[in-house]
Structure formats: C-alpha cells, structure tokens
C-alpha cells in the first residue's frame, strides 16, 4: 500500500503563487509515475500535470502550461507542483496521485492511478 500526504494549499489573490507538496510513503518502490490533478466547484475532475518517479518529461494541461512546474525529489519521496500567476478559475481542491503503471491508462487519465491524496484547497479570489 502506498499513502499520500499533500500540504500548501491555501487562499491568495490572482497573480500569487503557491507549492504544493506531496509526500509517498509505503510501498513506494513501485511508483512509476506521479500527477496533479483538480476538481473545480461543480466540475469533474480534471488533469493538472503528471511526471515519471525515475525523471523525464513532464506533462501540463493546456490551461497551466508556463505557469505551473510538476517536480520530483526521491530523495524524500515528495513530488511539487508550483503554481505561478495564479487565476480565479484555478480555483479547485487539488489531488496528487500515484501511478504503479499496472492499469495501461495514459497518465492524463485518472483511471491510471492507484492510489490518491485527501486533496487540498485552493483558492483565488480576484
């Protein structure tokens, strides 16, 4: 089993920047990749970014690309999400995710994820 802690979450004003954190622990050796999704009020459930355990490319939605960087250090086990330029319509609760590869989904498919966070709010006001 593998566990997700995610923290940084908070409330700021459009333009602001925040980090989101998320820590593995557990049977974490079977990480193949790692991502950030967001769930908007009265939204589904959406991709954000996602990256490989091991390194390598990262991949963004359309909405957040050149604003926000998915990040990894294995060292404590711990994926980022810096979140630049902040929008009002960013706002959303925010999910990291662990991907053991085992499903076959592509990774902006939340059925490719084992395992998920309890989330973390973001707010941006205007």
């Known amino acids: 089993q593998v566990q997700l802690g995610e923290s940084g979450g908070g409330s700021v004003q459009a333009g602001d920047s925040l980090r989101l954190s998320c820590t593995a622990s557990g049977r974490t050796f079977r990480s193949y990749f790692m991502g950030w999704f967001r769930q908007g009020p009265g939204k589904e459930r959406e991709f954000v970014a996602a990256i490989r355990w091991s390194g390598g490319p990262t991949s963004y939605t359309d909405s957040v690309k050149g604003r926000f960087t998915i990040s990894r250090d294995n060292a404590k086990n711990t994926v980022y999400l810096q979140m630049n330029s902040l929008k009002p319509e960013d706002t959303a609760v925010y999910y990291c995710?662990?991907?053991?590869?085992?499903?076959?989904?592509?990774?902006?498919?939340?059925?490719?994820?084992?395992?998920w966070g309890q989330g973390t709010q973001v707010t941006v006001s205007s």
């Open positions: 995710a662990l991907s053991e590869g085992s499903s076959g989904a592509s990774y902006y498919s939340a059925r490719a994820y084992d395992y």
